[in-house]
Structures are given as structure tokens and as C-alpha cells.
């Protein structure tokens, strides 16, 4: 068995990297991050709706949120 000494506390997370004791791989921007409109502009809805769900959010899980939803009907 191996006993090892215990670590100092770091303060933040952030401060493993500055000291240079994590190793982290480079980042490799995506081909969703160089494509998707970050700041699309919608017009409000107008008027009143009614709704039985309202799924906000385009990322996995809203989609799969709804998607699941209109399989069901």
C-alpha cells in the first residue's frame, strides 16, 4: 500500500493550471461553436397562446426533450 503525504489546498480551481499542475489538451474549436448564430434576434411572440408545454432551449436536452414530446403526440 502507498501512503502519500497530503496536498496543499488549492484556493481555485484555476489556480492547478497557473501552477502548471494539470495537464490539459488544447482547445480544438468545433465545427458547431465556428457555425452557430450565438445572437439570433427574434421578435417577441404577439398576442397570448396557449400551450400544454413549452420547451426552452435548443441544446441536446431541449431537443431531445422535444422530440420525445411530439413522438408521443
Known amino acids: ?3 502519500y503525504a497530503p496536498r496543499e ?6 489556480q492547478a493550471l497557473s501552477l502548471g499542475l494539470a495537464d490539459v ?4 474549436p468545433s465545427y458547431y461553436a465556428a457555425t452557430a ?3 439570433a434576434s427574434h421578435p417577441p411572440l404577439a398576442g397570448e397562446d396557449v400551450a400544454d408545454v413549452c420547451v426552452i432551449g ?3 436536452t431541449g431537443l431531445s ?6 413522438e408521443r403526440g
Open 1 to 3: 500500500m502507498t501512503h
Open 9 to 14: 489546498r488549492l484556493e481555485c480551481p484555476g
Open 25 to 28: 489538451p488544447p482547445h480544438v
Open 37 to 39: 448564430h450565438w445572437h
Open 58 to 60: 435548443g441544446g441536446y
Open 65 to 70: 426533450t422535444a422530440l420525445h414530446l411530439a
